[in-house]
């Protein structure tokens, strides 16, 4: 059974920082791994997604590492914006059958100016 | 383009009750999939749809029941609701294409049992 853990589960930095959410996963045979954002009480949105055989994808102030052996995922924000304050999800798909994700729960990330 | 739409976003139910949930996928877009996302966790799998047949289901009793129409859109039921029941329900749609594993998340249904 896959398990996906997030640490740390909440987070509050100020204006600036450079931050690093983790993700860790029990089984490494994995088709791809996503993070996603949730603002309360709203659905998911996808940030970066990272295929199996890539180490790493970058999205203006995000990026995200895979190392599958290990089964780790880190997100890496620089230079965080009050905006950047929301729920982020680690979520990662077995095989390439569409659809089934399995979660964790979460890293709620607040950054105060 | 609209993206997935879920409805209704909010609604009350006491126990014993039934409710239905329904989706409207992505333009293009032809599985569905449901998610039950319970305060303070991350989303569980239910089931997945595609071609209005179930074709993955995830540990859920089958008080959770779906169905998929010749449109793609979907709806989930749930059977005599429990206090455990309350979550919020997501929807995710994508194309079923071979290397294509990208889904789009509706805004969510948020039930609440009483």
């Known amino acids: 059974k896959q398990e996906v853990t997030q640490i740390p589960a909440a987070l509050s930095v100020p204006e600036g920082e450079n931050l690093v959410l983790n993700c860790s996963f029990t089984d490494s045979a994995i088709y791809n791994l996503q993070w996603f954002r949730q603002d309360p009480g709203k659905g998911l949105t996808s940030l970066l997604l990272?295929?199996?055989?890539?180490r790493e994808q970058t999205s203006g102030r995000l990026n995200a590492s895979l190392d599958k052996s290990s089964g780790r995922s880190t997100l890496y924000i620089a230079a965080s914006q009050p905006g950047d304050s929301a729920t982020y999800l680690c979520?990662?798909?077995?095989?390439?059958?569409?659809?089934?994700?399995?979660f964790g729960r979460g890293t709620q990330l607040t950054v105060w100016p | 383009d609209a993206g997935v739409t879920q409805s209704p976003t909010h609604l009350i139910k006491t126990r014993g009750q039934q409710v239905t949930l329904r989706c409207s996928p992505k333009s293009g877009h032809d599985t569905v999939s449901w998610y039950q996302q319970a305060l303070g966790q991350g989303p569980q799998f239910i089931f997945q749809y595609y071609e209005e047949e179930e074709r993955q289901r995830g540990n859920f009793p089958d008080r959770f029941s779906g169905h998929q129409f010749p449109n793609y859109s979907s709806e989930l039921n749930v059977n005599a609701l429990l206090l455990g029941d309350s979550a919020l329900y997501l929807c995710a749609t994508g194309r079923d294409r071979a290397g294509a594993n990208v889904l789009t998340f509706g805004a969510g249904s948020r039930l609440t049992v009483l």
């Open positions: 979520a990662v798909a077995r095989g390439s059958t569409l659809g089934r994700l399995y």
């Open positions: 990272i295929q199996s055989s890539q």
